[in-house]
């Protein structure tokens, strides 16, 4: 291959891989079969993505805007011909963790904080993959990811138990008192149509799957229940002035939310002020000047108190939506008041629904919605065209979370793009896959887009379908702008039950218990690791990244407890002529010379252990002369274990025994020769073959010791 192709070569694998599935496309059975692939994957994106939105603390529509152009870029970027990327559960849940300490779920700081994560999701898998640096996923060992993705499915479907009993609750600080507190509700204010609703979701996905797995299911349920929802009136609302709702403390919370925004710009104002001030002060002075510090304190000072207040609003607002009230029953809406659930005064009827604040308009009015929540108003059209704004304050938290993101992501994916290409007999890179999945998270920020990954549901669909290029993902990206630009108004009856359901119904397959079995089954501390992953994420969430960096934390720690003690085995000579374990076999060892097999690469961590054992085999031996070290486990050595070979050697010498060293890997032996240490000892020392290194050791003892030494000759086993 000429340079000239070679270069070629490379900018078509990095920058425009999709050149290589392109011309398959003149075939016009391979066009046929992938148009029709990604249509249906797109039937079952479109309500799914809508579903992890939602599981993401987002709007609903945000799960359309990330579902039409990511797919597009990682088909055309990525070595994958069928994975079908876009909204995910697992991801979604990871979003939402690290976002809800950051800002209130819904509100426009949190949407603006989701796309800037997207953005450092893609910049850190893109550089990866550009520096071919894809091992380092390796760090999430199977049993850590085992354990914590059978935990997250367990938390998102148990995260969804409101919206199928049509009941809310506030948040609690940890997830499994949220589902209690859910449960309770549930006791007490269960909504039988809510209900109603998800188990006919529930019936029509599982029935559908069981007759035939090629119709899409989802989409069914999802038309049904629409079109139930719209005949019965599934969702009431009704507007109302604030003087209707009989509740001081909640008229108190609607007062402040109001004056928020003349707040908002006040501080705005002196932020602004106090901004020009410290640049004046900078620009004078110098950064370090005592009257630039001080000017910045104010600053950062004003901008806390600005993002309480806003935060503070949106949190009690957010809190006052899961209150419960009771509606007086009278002759129009407009006399009719609402109390809290408990507080309506003897002698007052009330109607037998029950009633919550769904929003707050401008100009005060509460927007008041009874019996089941449905998706509603999904704006209509493509995202804009926007750079994610930064935000200097969170960039340390949301980077971090992006690291995690990014990591779980892409082993979800390569995952699923390698079992594909097994069957499929194509060629994966990896290092490719992080590069399309990269670019596809930063150009979907780019278009309002949270983070994104590679579906295993979807994948299937798409595989399933008959898939042949990464062109059925161009044409699921292309239904699903369709879908933005007419279509939207036809999902607004679409319950929120469903969408439950429909989430509860996708992550029911990442429950592998069996698999968690398996591992304890393989090794016992393996297991123990996936099962404390496990048990963690449940009693951390929603602070996933702590149980996910214990989790390696142990990995790395059994890692290196495996490695500490490596199996170190002395040598005789087997009836069958081999040379193989002494101890396990009851064969005879020589008293002047030992051959010792190290199982293991030498490093810091288990330098110690070989120069015990070495040393503990000199001076349990008294006529010693020769200790030859045969090598073939030896993958690595640092510059500890090189350090140690130097003195282990001149104290051996010092008594009088002799190192010997054989079947080196090459590698072992390039580090030895840097470092000096092979011309220091000599290079006669060092072997190519075990029997070389004992002819040198018989040699240097005379007497023809090689006819009665047990490393020579067979020698019979102990029966014992």
């Known amino acids: 291959m000429t340079a000239k192709n070679f270069s070629s070569s490379v900018l078509v694998s990095y920058f425009i891989p999709f050149l290589k599935w392109l011309p398959e496309l003149k075939n016009g059975t391979t066009l046929r079969v992938d148009i029709i692939a990604g249509v249906t994957v797109a039937l079952v994106l479109i309500p799914q993505s809508m579903a992890y939105a939602q599981l993401a603390g987002l709007p609903p529509y945000f799960g359309l805007y ?141 029935v559908v799957k069981r007759i035939n797995p090629k119709i899409p299911g989802v989409l069914l349920a999802v038309v049904i229940t629409t079109i139930l929802s719209l005949a019965v009136g599934f969702q009431t609302l009704q507007t109302i002035n604030k003087n209707q709702l009989i509740d001081g403390s909640t008229q108190d919370i609607i007062a402040t939310k109001l004056e928020l925004p003349v707040k908002i710009e006040k501080f705005d104002k002196r932020v602004s002020s106090a901004q020009k001030k410290h640049d004046v002060a900078v620009e004078k002075y110098g950064s370090d000047n005592r009257r630039a510090l001080s000017t910045q304190i104010k600053l950062e000072s004003l901008k806390r108190q600005r ?110 793009a390698k079992a594909m290409a097994a069957r499929t007999r194509q060629r994966l890179d990896a290092n490719q896959e992080l590069v399309g999945q990269g670019l596809s998270n930063i150009f979907g920020s780019l278009f309002q887009s949270y983070p994104v990954s590679g579906s295993f549901s979807r994948s299937a669909v798409n595989l399933g379908a008959g898939a042949i290029t990464g062109f059925s993902s161009v ?81 790395l720690a059994i890692f290196l407890y495996r490695t500490m003690e490596p199996r170190i085995a002395a040598l005789s000579r087997h009836p069958d002529g081999s040379l193989r374990d002494a101890d396990v076999y009851g064969l005879g060892t020589c008293e002047n010379i030992s051959m010792l097999r190290f199982d293991g690469s030498l490093y810091f961590a288990n330098i110690s252990y070989f120069e015990d054992k070495v040393l503990g085999i000199a001076a349990n031996k008294p006529d010693l002369k020769y200790i030859i070290v045969d090598g073939p486990g030896i993958n690595q050595i640092d510059a500890s274990g090189e350090e140690m070979l130097t003195s282990i050697t001149e104290r051996l010498q010092a008594g009088g025994v002799v190192i010997l060293f054989s079947r080196f890997k090459k590698q072992v032996m390039d580090v030895l020769r840097n470092s000096g240490f092979v011309e220091r000892l000599g290079s006669d020392r060092f072997f190519r073959k075990n029997e070389m290194a004992l002819e040198f050791a018989w040699k240097g003892l005379g007497n023809d010791h090689e006819v009665e030494c047990p490393l020579n000759i067979v020698c019979a086993i102990d029966e014992k």
């Open 66 to 206: 990330a579902a039409f152009l990511p797919p597009f870029v990682a088909a055309i970027f990525g070595s994958s011909r069928q994975l079908a990327t876009g909204p995910v559960a697992v991801v979604s849940l990871l979003t939402a963790a690290a976002l809800e300490p950051l800002a209130t779920t819904g509100s426009e700081g949190y949407i603006a904080y989701a796309i800037l994560l997207a953005l450092f999701v893609g910049l850190f898998q893109l550089s990866l993959g550009l520096l071919r640096l894809g091992v380092l996923v390796n760090f999430l060992s199977h049993p850590v990811v085992l354990g914590f993705t059978n935990a997250a499915a367990i938390i998102i479907a148990t995260s969804q138990l409101g919206k199928i009993f049509g009941v809310t609750v506030p948040k609690a600080a940890y997830h499994y008192k949220t589902v209690w507190d859910t449960v309770v509700a549930a006791i007490s204010h269960f909504h039988l149509p809510t209900f109603g609703m998800a188990v006919l979701a529930f019936i029509i996905m599982v």
């Open 307 to 416: 993002d309480r207040h806003a935060d503070g609003a949106d949190a009690d607002f957010k809190r006052m939506k899961t209150l419960i009230f009771n509606k007086t029953k009278s002759r129009n809406d407009k006399s009719a008041k609402f109390y809290p659930d408990g507080e309506v005064p003897d002698g007052v009827e009330v109607e037998p629904e029950i009633w919550r604040i769904s929003s707050l308009n401008k100009d005060g009015a509460l927007v008041m919605h009874s019996g089941g929540k449905v998706v509603g108003t999904i704006p209509q059209g493509l995202p804009a065209l926007k750079i994610p704004s930064f935000d200097i304050d969170v960039l340390g938290q949301l980077f971090f979370a992006a690291v995690a993101i990014a990591l779980i992501g892409f082993m979800e994916a390569i995952s699923i």
């Open 475 to 555: 044409v699921t990206a292309v239904v699903v702008v369709i879908t933005l630009l007419w279509l939207t108004p036809l999902l607004y009856h679409l319950p929120q039950a469903t969408l439950a359901a429909v989430i509860m119904m996708a992550v029911i397959g990442l429950v592998n218990f069996r698999a968690l079995l398996h591992t304890w089954h393989v090794r016992r501390d393996d297991g123990v690791v996936a099962v404390i992953t496990f048990v963690l994420t449940l009693l951390f969430a929603p602070h996933l990244d702590s149980s996910l960096m214990i989790g390696v934390i142990l990995s």
